[in-house]
């Protein structure tokens, strides 16, 4: 796909655009398109994206992002930022137009997520990120639809694309302020599962574990086991939409299986993730019925933790908490480092099990001009101000 001499392609006020960023022969050219069929078009230059990407995120690959785009969100002004440089792709970024911000009625781009992502970080080619954010700002600037902020949820604080980010910002003159910040547990490598267990968990639980599995093994013919076979996929599917729901979530209605567009979108995100050789699932059956299910995504050299579904029937055997202590033998692959659990901050299970951290912040940049520098100014001086009144209050 020749990306090279591109020029203006439509009109600004439609959004979609294939400009180059410079006069230089070699300079990026940026394309705005519909995120919809942007799986087919882009395809394995898509992939070859996130295999080469400087930082990993299964959120943002092609396989989740578009079960999302067909089962998960309502036609919207919803578009693709996409950087090229000749025939490779160097960045992608799912965009729309939020008009608030927060509490302010200020129209602006927010990198586009749904629920189910728990993880913002575009896919930039590792090296490239201070020139993709370049080339994003500057179409961005002359972008009529775009308002003045530029907000990214999700980063990861201090990595090679925030950093390419504040980078870029501060070579035009402009702040890159991060603005909420939480922090989630993260299992990281460097020790085998045992030893990972003695470090992080006190005697008296680890002692407390085991005879919990010990009872649960009396119940029963308990197995544990792993996604094996892509035939399994589909049934495995089905098993935990089940589970899921037997509990407390499908009671509120929250469970994935709750909507037939939620089922939808997990039943085809883990198709896509299995044809990609990102999914690993563990279950623990009790004579033949599951009762206990992981989800995680492998993207070496991370991976990250996507959803969790036990049977509420047995929790006084903490069949959740055991199935984590099973996911730990991902600490003997050579090609994992790290997963991230997409845990809420403090969550008490994964806190007390995982040892490491990670930070996880949201920032906003002001887009040029006028109205980006009186929007920014706006939009912080009321943040730091509702901060301080939270602080003076003591909440």
Known sequence: MQRTGATQRVADGDSRRAVRV????????????????????????????????????????????????????PPAFRRLIEVWEGDRLTGLLPVVI??????????????WLHHHSFLGTPLVRAGRERAFWAAVLAVLDDARWAGGLLHINGLVEDGPVHRGLATAAATLGRRCDTVHRVVRAQLDAGLDPEAYLETHVRKKKRKELKRLAARLAEQGTLTTRRLADAGEVSDWCDDFLALEASGWKGRAGSALGSTPETAGFFCEMLAGAWSAGR??????????????????????????????????????????????????????????????????????????????????????????????????????GLEDGWAWARRRLGR
């Open 22 to 73: 410079s006069a230089v022969p070699d300079a990026p050219i940026v394309l705005i398109e519909p995120v919809e069929g942007a799986g087919d078009r882009l395809g394995a230059a898509w992939d070859d994206l996130a295999a080469a990407a400087a930082e990993p995120n299964a959120f943002a690959e092609r396989w989740f992002v578009m079960a999302g785009v067909r089962h998960l969100c």
């Open 98 to 111: 939020d008009p608030r911000y927060g509490r302010l009625p200020l129209r602006h781009v927010v990198n």
């Open 279 to 380: 999914l690993e699932m563990l279950r623990m059956d009790l004579d033949g019925r599951p009762i206990a299910m992981l989800v995680n995504f492998l993207t070496a050299p991370g991976s990250f933790s996507f959803k969790i579904a036990f049977d509420e029937d047995h929790a006084r055997f903490s069949p959740g908490v055991l199935i984590q202590i099973e996911n730990l033998r991902l600490l003997d692959r050579a090609d994992i480092a790290w997963m991230d659990s997409c845990a809420a901050e403090n969550h008490p299970m994964i806190d007390s099990l995982w040892g490491g951290r990670r930070t996880i912040v949201r920032v906003t940049v002001p887009l040029g001009g006028l109205r980006g520098r009186v929007t920014f100014a706006l939009a912080r």
